[in-house]
């Protein structure tokens, strides 16, 4: 019965059906406490992990993976105030943000949707952030991964203004940088010293997972 | 031959002389970088808080606006004709400036249609403008806007015949003005709105993505109209539907929404005895064999950073579709040496140009493409793109 629920909740997300899937929290939340707020949470990020596969594989698109990420949203709203301190292992800290002279957070808050339900927890820097900021961020929460977006050809230089920081405050080493955006490629990831290149907001978050997991 | 047989040859799937070479120059810093000219430093003067207002109130009169946005696309055409381009793009935009507190200057442009764009300057001083966001969130939002702003679109159709039609008169005899509709359809339906909010209307709202569909497709056949009159044989439109790893939505669900105002815009096209280039960015692979079945003549971009492939995009539609573009903008056009942007052109003309149907071209155009290199490129389309290939 548990079980037949968690499949309906995962079902109504995967079906892109906002109303059932905020239905099926619900009653797990007004239920008879059969099902804990962690399985319902754990059921969200595994039916996140299907969107990302079928995104990755060209079955699904960007409609569809930005649809999925505010149902989860949506569903994670109810359910995060009523978690336990502590319930939740978090797989680590990212600081995100688009860098200066780059207004654009499509890409970025994709990204955080993913990481925030693959159980990051993510700092948010928003858009146009100059570098102090970054660096800031990153000597304030000791984050396991940087990453920052860029849309904009003519921006692509303040990553490598970031990174040239870090290592400027000896800092470098201490984090992992991942780099994402319609300009970029993972040539120009090599050039500038960043240690990923990903090419949409699910493959970012499985790079992270996998660092968290080394 | 001239540059307009070679582009109409090259149009018809036929071969020309050589290869016809086509500039996307517009931004003011290439623009400038090719005159030899000191940028105006407009930014610089609206943080100066005597003059902003000034200016504010001068950029929102209708013929000043007209004046230095005409007078950079002449820039652009000029500056296209000595480097030795057949063709340019030109693009009519209308905006007016407004006291934004949440932008870094305080200011910035909304177009006609609910886009916030941003203005900075590139380290020379140079104009950067870009698109930031939609004001138009809400349903009752998006109303409010289409009804207070219609005498709005009313000037933006008839400063934008004026604009296509003067350009081509003044420049036309140089060089193929590719008078350019834009934005599309599909960028006008989800960028004042957000991607993010027209993503949940489509699925909680659809009779009102219906609406702004419909709406922005009989406004834009308004403006594909006005560039029309410039009385070329060729116009351009198009939409972003791309993103870096595939199509922005579902081919189906695209084909669902747009298919039949894609097929109006061809067919009005097409009635005029004019043929349609389709440009967008992004990874578009799978809306190839759409842009056949909707009826567009030919595409313009084809991104290399998005994994666009010249020689397998002419294989699946080159017989179909005139291909122009495909020449990098991230590093080859900004920092590439002499001999990359040669090896780049020999390969595009080795993967296209055969039997007709390619335009070279850079894949985009943004303000930090180098003006040389755009020369390097015309230089080597003259050297190696004699027919036959």
């Known amino acids: 019965m548990a079980n037949d629920i968690l499949e309906q909740l995962k079902s109504s997300l995967l079906d892109l059906d906002m109303d059932t899937t905020i239905e099926n929290v619900n009653s797990i939340i007004n239920g008879d406490n059969t099902i804990t707020i962690q399985e319902a949470v754990d059921a969200i990020t595994e039916a996140l992990q299907v969107v990302g596969k079928r995104f990755q594989d060209g079955d699904w698109f960007l409609t569809e993976l930005v649809y999925s990420g505010e149902i989860a949203k949506a569903a994670m709203n109810l359910l995060s105030p009523l978690m336990a301190a502590g319930t939740s292992q978090q797989l680590g800290t990212i600081v995100v943000g688009t860098v200066a002279g780059d207004l654009h957070d499509l890409g970025k808050d994709i990204f955080i949707n993913f990481a925030r339900s693959a159980v990051f927890e993510v700092i948010d820097l928003g858009v146009d952030v100059a570098k102090e900021k970054f660096v800031g961020a990153v000597r304030e929460h000791s984050p396991l991964a ?69 | 031959m ?160 004026r604009f296509y039609r003067e350009l081509t008169d003044q420049h036309g005899d140089r060089i193929f003005p590719f008078c350019y509709a834009a934005p599309g359809i599909f960028e006008n339906s989800w960028q004042p709105i957000g991607f993010v909010n027209f993503t949940k209307f489509i699925y909680q709202k659809p009779e009102f993505v219906k609406k702004v569909i419909d709406f922005q497709t009989d406004l834009f056949i308004k403006h594909l109209d006005a560039a029309m009159k410039a009385d070329l044989e060729v116009v351009f439109a198009g939409d972003d539907l791309g993103q870096k790893t595939g199509p922005l939505m579902r081919p189906e669900l695209v084909e669902k929404l747009y298919g039949d105002s894609y097929r109006r815009v061809a067919g009005y096209v097409h009635e005029r005895n004019k043929k349609l280039i389709w440009h967008s960015c992004g990874n578009i692979y799978q809306l190839l064999d759409k842009f056949i079945e909707w009826g567009f003549d030919g595409i313009i971009t084809m991104e290399p950073t998005a994994g666009m492939d010249l020689g397998k995009v002419r294989e699946q539609v080159g017989h179909k579709l005139v291909l122009i573009g495909n020449l990098d903008v991230s590093y080859l056009m900004v920092r590439g040496t002499q001999q990359e942007i040669e090896d780049a052109v020999k390969m595009a003309i080795k993967a296209a140009a055969k039997g007709g149907g390619y335009i070279l071209s850079t894949c985009h155009s943004h303000p930090y493409v180098d003006a040389t290199r755009l020369k390097w490129m015309v230089d080597a389309a003259i050297k190696y793109g004699k027919y036959p290939v």
């Open chain 1, 146 to 214: 940087l990453g920052m977006s860029c849309l904009l050809t003519v921006t692509t230089g303040e990553i490598g203004k970031v990174i040239e920081e870090l290592k400027g405050q000896g800092i470098r080493d201490k984090v992992k940088v991942i780099i994402g955006g319609a300009c970029l490629t993972e040539h120009f990831s090599k050039e500038v010293g960043a240690d990923a290149f990903a090419p949409d907001a699910v493959t970012g978050t499985d790079i992270i997972k996998k660092w968290a997991a080394s």
């Open chain 2, 2 to 161: 001239d540059f307009k047989e070679r582009i109409l040859t090259t149009m018809n799937h036929e071969e020309p002389d050589r290869v016809p070479v086509m500039g996307l120059i517009m931004d003011p810093a290439t623009v400038n970088q090719i005159k030899g000219k000191k940028p105006v430093d407009f930014v610089g003067m609206l943080k100066t808080p005597i003059l902003k207002n000034n200016i504010r109130r001068l950029m929102n009169t209708n013929w000043f606006w007209r004046k230095i946005y005409n007078g950079n696309f002449s820039g652009a055409l000029e500056g296209a004709i000595k480097l030795g381009f057949d063709a340019n793009w030109v693009i009519y935009q209308l905006m007016k400036l407004y006291k934004e507190p949440e932008s870094k200057l305080g200011m910035a442009f909304h177009d006609i249609y609910g886009r916030v764009w941003e203005l900075d300057a590139d380290d020379n001083g140079n104009m950067m403008v870009n698109y930031s966001r939609g004001l138009l969130t809400t349903e009752e939002q998006w109303h409010d806007w289409v009804e207070k702003n219609a005498p709005l679109f009313k000037t933006s159709v008839k400063n934008a015949t």
